[in-house]
Nanobody, 120 residues
């Protein structure tokens, strides 16, 4: 079994910053891709940022230059630094990981979500 525990969400004023963390534990052979999604009320879940095992990254256009994703492989942890936050960044943020097995299969796991609210 694999568990994902997220932390770091909260209420912040526009222009503020937050740092989200997601710790992965359990039966892990390899963590291939780690990412963050978000879902605002009434909207579809969208990919915000992801980072591959080799370090390559992807960002949603609307967060480029404001958010930074990073990972600590020794700690099986992925981070998302959120700077210059805007009210439209308000959403539940979910961690998602793709874990590889020795047999070559991949499995996807999701965290429980952490609320980020940007409001004055």
């Amino acid at each position: 079994q694999v568990q994902l525990v997220e932390s770091g969400g909260g209420l912040v004023q526009p222009g503020g910053s937050l740092r989200l963390s997601c710790v992965v534990s359990g039966s892990i052979f390899s963590i291939n891709v780690m990412g963050w999604y978000r879902q605002a009320p009434g909207k579809q879940r969208e990919l915000v940022a992801q980072i591959a095992s080799g370090g390559s990254t992807y960002y949603l256009d609307s967060v480029k230059g404001r958010f930074t994703i990073s990972r600590d492989n020794a700690k099986n942890t992925v981070y998302l630094q959120l700077n210059s936050l805007k009210p439209e960044d308000t959403a539940v943020y979910y961690c998602r990981v793709r874990i590889g097995s020795q047999a070559g299969s991949e499995y996807i796991y999701w965290g429980q979500g952490t609320q980020v609210t940007v409001s004055s």
